[in-house]
């Protein structure tokens, strides 16, 4: 009977450790001001290539991402699918900002 009231125990306690139960909460990332300014100078540039994008016709725009293949934004030719990766890539640095504890821009 002992041997079983040990064993038990020692069992119990064998599962508390390994699942972890007892252990600090991690604190919540913050980020730095330089990181907060980044994202921020990031969404404001996506923010301003959305604008250049809607209002120019399909035509200019697919000349644009010919003329400038190379953007952080996407890599589409297409004013639909240029907008789409641009309101994802809005939405991911919103995202970013938000959860980094930075104010977000105006």
Do not use: W
């Amino acid at each position: 009977m002992k041997k079983m009231m040990i064993m038990a125990t020692v069992g119990v306690a064998g599962m508390f450790t390994l699942s972890g139960c007892g252990q600090s909460v991690p604190e919540r990332f913050l980020a730095t001001e330089d990181e907060c300014t980044t994202l921020e100078k990031k969404l404001i540039q996506t923010n301003q290539f959305i604008e250049k994008v809607s209002s120019m016709n399909p035509a200019h725009v697919d000349e644009m991402m010919l003329a400038v293949p190379k953007t952080e934004i996407t890599t589409a030719t297409s004013k639909s699918k240029i907008l789409k990766d641009a309101y994802k890539r809005k939405a991911r640095l919103e995202t970013d900002i938000q959860s980094a504890g930075c104010a977000k821009a105006e």
